[in-house]
């Protein structure tokens, strides 16, 4: 059985937000405990991870009537549609900002796995705007006892 995600905007508490739910493709098909089980474990790993000022924010997120969460609205696209035009100060900053967010997953024991141009995301701020990783569905949970989370 195949799955998607589906986005759309909303409004929760006067900020704007992200509604990324899973759901067949075929109408009035179920989905597999295996990818409602995965996607829930999704949500449980980010939302540990998004008191991070470079984590994109998990606002809620629940299972019935289909897995669903409810994201921070990221609205200034992502690093792959703005990569040729950030000067060299700006993708620094990025990278700088990339790396701490990392490094705070690391330090929880998660490592993202899939940090791309488009899981680099941006949105605007009162200081203008600020970069955060989202998507981690295939973040993998690193072992406790790893040195790698010290």
Known sequence: MSTASTRRRCRSRGRR?????????RPLATLSRTAA????????????LDDHEH?????????????????????????????DSLSPARGIRAIIDVCEATHHAHQHGVAHTDIKPENVMFTAT?????????????????????????
Not at 37 to 48: G, K, L, M, Q
Request: one cysteine or more; aromatic letters at 10%; glycine letters at 6%.
């Open 126 to 150: 009162d200081d203008g705007t600020t970069v955060k990783i989202g998507d981690w569905g295939l973040a993998q949970v690193m072992l406790e006892h790893s040195k790698s989370v010290e």
């Open 37 to 48: 089980e995965a996607f829930v474990e999704e949500a449980r790993t980010w939302d540990r």
């Open 55 to 83: 984590v994109v924010s998990v606002r809620n997120f629940g299972i019935d009537p289909y897995p669903w969460m409810l994201l921070e609205f990221m609205n200034r696209g992502n690093l792959a549609t703005h990569v």
């Open 17 to 25: 937000c992200c509604t990324w739910s899973l759901r067949s493709h």
